[in-house]
């Protein structure tokens, strides 16, 4: 059964530090998103992502974040520079159309320090 | 806005017994109701959802849910337990806001509930 793939699992950085969380959604899916959780609070949406361009941001997703689909498979979330309260971790979802379920990776703990 | 409350942060079941892990909605127009599981270093997985019909979903592993209107609730339920459903569950409320004519389509969660069957 095809899944939702991210890499790396872990990620730890440096405050001020960029990084990039990288994503391969089920092949055929053509809508993308980016959540987080805070350690002990509510997932959280950042963005969705269709046609090559961004659909809808949260007012998390402020201009330290940018994402990316750069060759057709990948799809990344890039934090310009990184900030203690950006350690969380990172669900990467796509679903084929709006009918359907989103399907969820299995996500990047990212640790800020 | 939509959001969803998960009441419980830990519910503690022994094996056989029945579970309810419970998840109240506040929406603006119809419901689009999701539950999600997360086992240890896996993603989210979906189990069921309701968007209309009956109010009792059936899902995946032997989960059900029932949406009840009245009560702004929607209860994932099993009716035995397995130590193997320890995990941590989330409820979902699906945004069906239109934008540019599209609904989409993003999730707004409660904060989970773990849930730990003993045997």
């Known amino acids: 059964e095809p899944e939702v793939t991210q890499t790396p699992s872990h990620q730890v950085t440096q405050m001020g530090q960029e990084v990039i969380l990288r994503c391969v959604p089920i092949?055929?899916?053509?809508?993308f998103y980016w959540y987080r959780q805070i350690l002990g609070q509510k997932v959280e949406f950042l963005v969705s992502?269709?046609?090559?361009?961004?659909?809808?941001k949260s007012e998390i997703f402020d201009d330290q974040f940018s994402v990316e689909r750069p060759d057709g498979s990948n799809f990344t979330l890039k934090i310009r520079s990184t900030k203690l309260e950006d350690s969380a971790m990172y669900f990467c979802?796509?679903?084929?159309?709006?009918?359907?379920?989103?399907?969820f990776g299995p996500g990047t703990r990212l640790l800020v320090l | 806005a939509q959001s969803v409350a998960q009441p419980e942060d830990q519910v503690n079941v022994a094996e056989g017994n029945p579970l309810t892990v419970k998840c109240t909605y506040s929406?603006?127009?119809?419901?689009?109701l999701f539950w999600y599981v997360q086992y240890p270093n896996r993603g989210l997985q979906f189990l069921l959802k309701?968007?209309?019909?009956?109010?009792l979903v059936k899902g995946s592993y032997g989960f059900e849910a029932e949406f009840n209107k009245s009560q702004t609730s929607f209860h994932l339920k099993k009716p035995s337990a397995l130590v193997s459903d320890s995990a941590l569950y989330f409820c979902?409320?699906?945004?069906?806001?239109?934008?540019?004519?599209?609904?989409?389509?993003?999730?707004?969660f409660g904060r989970g509930t773990q849930l730990t069957v003993w045997p």
């Open positions: 979802a796509s679903r084929p159309n709006l009918r359907e379920t989103q399907y």
């Open positions: 092949s055929n899916h053509l809508y």
């Open positions: 992502f269709y046609n090559n361009e961004i659909s809808e």
């Open positions: 929406v603006s127009g119809n419901p689009y």
């Open positions: 309701y968007i209309t019909g009956d109010n």
């Open positions: 979902a409320v699906r945004d069906i806001k239109r934008n540019r004519g599209s609904t989409l389509g993003r999730l707004y």
